[in-house]
Structure formats: structure tokens, C-alpha cells
């Protein structure tokens, strides 16, 4: 237990932030006894054990005695350094603020979750129709591919010219290519589905060993391919995929319930409306990012895995 300490410390660091810096109309009516006070705070003892249990997964009647004091301080310094935060208004502007806020924002999302889901747990019908659904949307097949990234269609095609002369392909990858996968010889490994379109098509027409003979443009250059090999995309078995298809169901209830929250209430944009010293669109201009190189290609996204 000893040596987790540390990252306890983390733990009540950010409790004992969120304790001290929320506004206290909003904290809980805890009314059970102090544990401690800090310059006249009270630590409440439904507080210490919440915390005792978030770190630890037990109460403090299950830990030594030497464990639970540790903890105590624990909770102290962090009580402590928010006090410090409060009194140099770091918990009212800048970053502090707003990392505040978005916690508490993420806390009552989780919780209101948590109660509007405890009875609308998903029926096994519901969740076989989730899967059954993406599964018939999967694509059949995988490919491992290489890619050669350019900025331009003309260069992209000088590269082809060069792969016809007999110049492999991971050496032009390495000297030409705008991807960091250049390192690797252009492999970006196995693609399924969520790439553009465009490569996919390409892929598919190819046969194991091939380059395109016609670059791919996409929203990041030009792309030169070539398909290592493919393979048979599997879908994993319902009974292995049912957590997560549980999950993303009930993740769209909730997004209903969200949803209705939304037609009802009130709301009034007014993001890009006009304001005082320039207009909307010279405020998204000056909070633009600068613009780099053309970024990697993107990787495919999680999907189901397949069977090797």
C-alpha cells in the first residue's frame, strides 16, 4: 500500500481543490463530524471516507491506523494548497477556472448518466440490434498498405515513374514522403474502415505487392499506394463484443435524454455574432491556429478486431 502513496496524493490534490474552490451554495449537506479542520475548514468525516474509498477501494475501518493518517494528511496538504489557490484568485481566472468548471461539468454529466440509465438498462434485443447493425456496415476486408504522402499530383507522379524505372518503394518513401511514417518505409499498417474513401477504392482494386498507378488526393496531399497484403475482416463473436455494444447503447439513450434537454430549454448563440473592436469573423481568425505541414495521414479508428 505504502509505495501507491504518491499517486494518492494526486488523487486528494484534486478533491481537496474541488472541495475548497466550488461554491459552497453547491456543496453537499454532509452534516457527519469533522475528521480534521485547516485555518477553520472541517474535513467532514463522509468526505475522508469518500476519498478513502476512491483511492483505495475500501473504508478507513479496513486500513491500519498508519494508513488512514497518511491519508488524513494526504487530504490536509491538498486542503492546504487549495486554500493558498483561493486566497491568490487562482481558482477564479485563467486555465484554474476553467479546468474547475469543466470538472464539475463532467461530475453531473456522469451522475445524471448514472441515474437516468439505473432503470433503462439495455435489453439483450436492444444490444444484438446494435451489433448486428455495425457488423453488417463493417467492411469485409482489411489491407496493409503502404503510402508515399506529396504535396503536389505532378510530384506524386514522378514518384510512380521512379517505382516503374525499378526504385523500390520503402527507399522513395523514405526520401520523398511528407508522412512520418516515411521512417517505416511508408507502412501505415493495417486499414479497415473511417479512411477516406479514396484509399480504400484504391486498395481494393490491387493485388498483394502492386503500387496505384494514378496518385489518391485527399484532404492531406497526395498519397502514392501500394497493398502489402489483405485479408478477411472477422467480426468478433456477439457474446465478446456485448460490454461494449451494451456501452454505445447506452450512451444513445442518454443522448436522447440530452437531446430533449436541448428542445426544451432556452438557448441563445451568439458565437459568431459581431463584437466590440471586430467581427466574428476577425475573432476566429486572431484564435486560429497556425497553419504547419500537411498533417499524417490519419489512422483507422477502433473498430472490432479481426481474427489473425
Not at 478533491?15 to 456543496?27: D, E, I, T, Y
Not at 494548497?81 to 474547475?100: F, H
Request: proline fraction near 9%; aromatic fraction near 6%; glycine fraction near 6%.
Amino acid at each position: 500500500m505504502t509505495t501507491h502513496l504518491p499517486r494518492l496524493v494526486l488523487l486528494a490534490v484534486l478533491l481537496g481543490a474541488l472541495s475548497a474552490c466550488a461554491p459552497k451554495s453547491s456543496a453537499p449537506a454532509d452534516t457527519s463530524p469533522p475528521v480534521a479542520t485547516v485555518n477553520g475548514q472541517p474535513l467532514t468525516r463522509g468526505f475522508f471516507e469518500f476519498y478513502v474509498k476512491t483511492a483505495t477501494g475500501k473504508t478507513s475501518a479496513e486500513l491500519s491506523p498508519e494508513i488512514r493518517n497518511r491519508l488524513l494528511d494526504n487530504l490536509i496538504r491538498a486542503e492546504l494548497v487549495a486554500q493558498e489557490a483561493s486566497k491568490q484568485d487562482i481558482d477564479k481566472s485563467g486555465d484554474s477556472a476553467y479546468l474547475l468548471e469543466l470538472s464539475r461539468l463532467n461530475v453531473l454529466e456522469q451522475a445524471v448518466s448514472d441515474r437516468y440509465l439505473k432503470d433503462k438498462k439495455p435489453s439483450d434485443a436492444e444490444v444484438r440490434s446494435e451489433y448486428e447493425t455495425e457488423i453488417a456496415g463493417m467492411p469485409k476486408t482489411e489491407y496493409h498498405a503502404r503510402h508515399i504522402l506529396v504535396a503536389t499530383e505532378p510530384f506524386a507522379e514522378k514518384v510512380i515513374q521512379r517505382l516503374e524505372r525499378g526504385e523500390k518503394f520503402e527507399d522513395l518513401a523514405k526520401a520523398e514522403s511528407m508522412d512520418p511514417s516515411k521512417s517505416n518505409g511508408g507502412d501505415i499498417g493495417w486499414l479497415r474502415g473511417g479512411m477516406p474513401p479514396e484509399i480504400m477504392s484504391a486498395l481494393a482494386g490491387l493485388k498483394p505487392g502492386e503500387y496505384a498507378k494514378k496518385p489518391v488526393q485527399t484532404q492531406y496531399g497526395w498519397h502514392v499506394l501500394q497493398l502489402v497484403e489483405s485479408r478477411p475482416l472477422t467480426p468478433p463473436p456477439y457474446e465478446q463484443a456485448k460490454a461494449r455494444f451494451e456501452q454505445i447503447v447506452e450512451a444513445k439513450k442518454f443522448k436522447s435524454y440530452m437531446d430533449e434537454l436541448m428542445r426544451d430549454a432556452k438557448v441563445t448563440k451568439t458565437l459568431d455574432q459581431p463584437t466590440a473592436g471586430g467581427g466574428a469573423g476577425a475573432a476566429a481568425a486572431s484564435a486560429a491556429p497556425a497553419q504547419s505541414a500537411p498533417p499524417a495521414a490519419p489512422a483507422a479508428p477502433a473498430a472490432p478486431a479481426a481474427k489473425p
